[in-house]
């Protein structure tokens, strides 16, 4: 990078974030919203009674497996969530190498690194939801869902922002993405209408900003083929969780063990992946050269 564009893009960096701190701040910003979200389920009482959350290994072919033990009896579903805490892993350690060469700015930075910190915090999340089918866990993996989706949507839009700082959108958008669960309280299917939404809204927007003119036909190429990718991933998460029991039941082998739930969580955290890839390819900076051997 150019001292010139270096100077331009230092200008229009949000003051309060640099290189230093932008890490730490990602993280503490995520934890923060993790932990009200979860202090806000532990308080509700009874007014969170009415949300609809499958509890129970009978809605898991799993169950079945030759695996299955009385202390895991879901072995596969148990292990897969690591692989949320590896892409989450992977994209801090990816963006930290970016920044540390100024291949990107530091705002850029903070919009991957709060979506990998987001990553790597739900596979715990799920794996506590699994292991104990704690009521209050499944809430959290519903309700920690929406703003996923949702900081991809707000990173393309920051992306194909004209002024490309940060601005107060992302603060209103992620506010209404989390209050938006509040749909699952007075309906049983609240949740899956809120998610559909928020998935169309984000492919809508990841398509808008691949629409851009800019770059070379590369780089186009790049951000085309990570958007497929997603959207195929995000689409086998979907119809394999619920095929479920449906694939156990017309192929026992494999399904009950590396059961529809299993492989829709393998889709789900390559989305993110993905997702990434293509947050990353979308980005206005010189890195794009780069991006098709890493993803």
């Known amino acids: 990078m150019n001292g010139v564009t270096a100077v331009a893009r230092a200008g229009e960096e949000t003051k309060f974030l640099h290189v230093g701190n932008v890490l730490t701040v990602s993280l503490v910003h995520v934890i923060c919203g993790a932990a009200l979200m979860a202090m806000i389920v532990l308080v509700a009482g009874g007014f969170v009674d009415s949300i609809k959350v499958d509890l129970g290994l009978h809605y898991y072919s799993e169950s079945l497996s030759p695996l299955s033990t009385p202390w895991l009896p879901m072995p596969f579903n148990t292990v897969v969530n690591a692989g949320y805490t590896a892409v989450g892993i992977f994209w801090i350690l990816h963006v930290r190498r970016h920044l540390d060469r ?3 700015s530091v705002d850029e930075g903070y ?18 939801r699994i292991v ?11 309700w920690y869902t929406l703003p996923i989706f949702a900081w991809v949507g707000i990173s393309c839009r920051q992306i194909g922002h004209a002024s490309g700082g940060l601005d107060n959108g992302p603060v209103w958008l992620i506010t209404a993405s989390v209050a938006s669960y509040g749909v699952a309280i007075f309906h049983s299917r609240g949740f899956e209408v809120v998610l559909a939404a928020h998935i169309c809204a984000v492919v809508v927007q990841a398509w808008l ?19 497929t990718r997603a959207v195929v991933c995000c ?27 299993f492989c829709s ?13 293509f947050l990353e390819a979308a980005l206005p900076t010189r890195l794009h050269s780069k991006v098709k051997s890493d993803c």
């Open 265 to 277: 969580k393998v889709a789900d955290f390559m989305q993110a992946h993905y997702a990434c890839c």
């Open 132 to 142: 104990t089918q704690w009521r209050v866990a499944g809430i959290l993996d519903q």
């Open 102 to 104: 100024g291949d990107i």
């Open 235 to 261: 689409t086998a998460f979907v119809l394999l969780k619920l095929a479920d029991w449906h694939l156990a039941q017309l192929l026992p082998m494999p399904f009950t063990t590396l059961s529809g739930h």
């Open 209 to 227: 900003v691949h629409r851009q003119s800019f770059g070379t036909e590369l780089d186009r190429q790049i951000r085309w083929s990570a958007f």
């Open 111 to 128: 919009l991957m690194y709060v979506f990998a910190w987001m990553i790597l915090i739900y596979g715990p999340v799920q794996l506590v």
